[in-house]
Structures are given as C-alpha cells and as structure tokens.
C-alpha cells in the first residue's frame, strides 16, 4: 500500500514524470504485471531519436558517441549534458551561434520543457547510448567474422 500513497502524493505534487512510475510499479505489483513504459519515457525516446539523428548529421555516426561518458551525462547540468560533453558548454553553443544555431534545443532533447523533464531526459539518452553502443559491438563482431572466414 506504501506505493499506492506514494502515487497519490506524487498526483498531488504534480509531479508527472514520477506519478506515472509510481502508478505504474503500484498497478504492475498489484497484477504481477511488468513495468510497462509510462507517456514521459516514450516521448523523451523519440526526441532523443531526433537528438540522436542531428548529432549524426552534425558530427557523423560513430564521431561522437565515445566522447560523451553516460556516467556522468546529467542534461540538467551545463558541463555535462550532451552538447556539454560534446562542446565544452551548453550554454556557449547558444550564445555562440554554435551547432545549435537555427534548431529547437527541446525537440533535440538538449533541454527540458513541462512535459518532459530533465531527469526523463537524461535517462532516454543513457538508453539510447546504449543501445547505439551495442550495436556498434555487434556490428564490429560481424565484421571480424567476416574476415575470419575470408582468411
């Protein structure tokens, strides 16, 4: 029952991000049902696709994924957010006329808006990290089959 309070004070709050958890772990403990993704993760995953998508056009696929180290990627923070990681500041991309120059930073999930907030934000991009980073594994493991079997 602890889950069902919680729910309903997260409701209170207004907290969305963390209402939908809450409800969904309470509803998923109640019916033995597993997790399912709540509204706020499934939008953040597709602007972190559009994200993913502008960092490639920008900076190429497989340029910038190892630099940006998922451990320490908070989009909240102007140090360690994407373009923080990537260009040394956030906020001097903007005032710069940067790689930002001419795109909407919140539909890139670069920032965060009242629907989706910066902590959905940065866990969006950890998952989207990794799964880029396994399948540049798997790519690289296809690829040295390849040339076993030529050898």
Known sequence: MDRFYNAIRSIARGDVGRRNEMLGSFLGGL???????????ILADRR???????????????????????????IQYDS????????????????????????NPVSLA?????LIPFGALTRAWDRALARR???????????RQGSLALA
């Open 31 to 41: 019916f033995g049902l597993e997790p399912t993704p709540n509204i706020v993760d």
């Open 48 to 74: 972190v696709g559009q994200g993913m998508e502008f960092l490639d056009r920008t900076y190429g696929r497989g340029n910038w994924e190892g630099i940006v180290n998922r451990r320490l990627l908070d």
């Open 80 to 103: 360690v957010c994407m373009m923080g990681q990537l260009e040394g500041s956030y906020n001097r991309q903007l005032e710069s006329g940067g790689v930002l120059h001419d795109v």
């Open 110 to 114: 670069f920032m965060e808006d009242n």
């Open 133 to 143: 980073t396994h399948e540049f594994y798997t790519e690289l493991q296809g690829e």
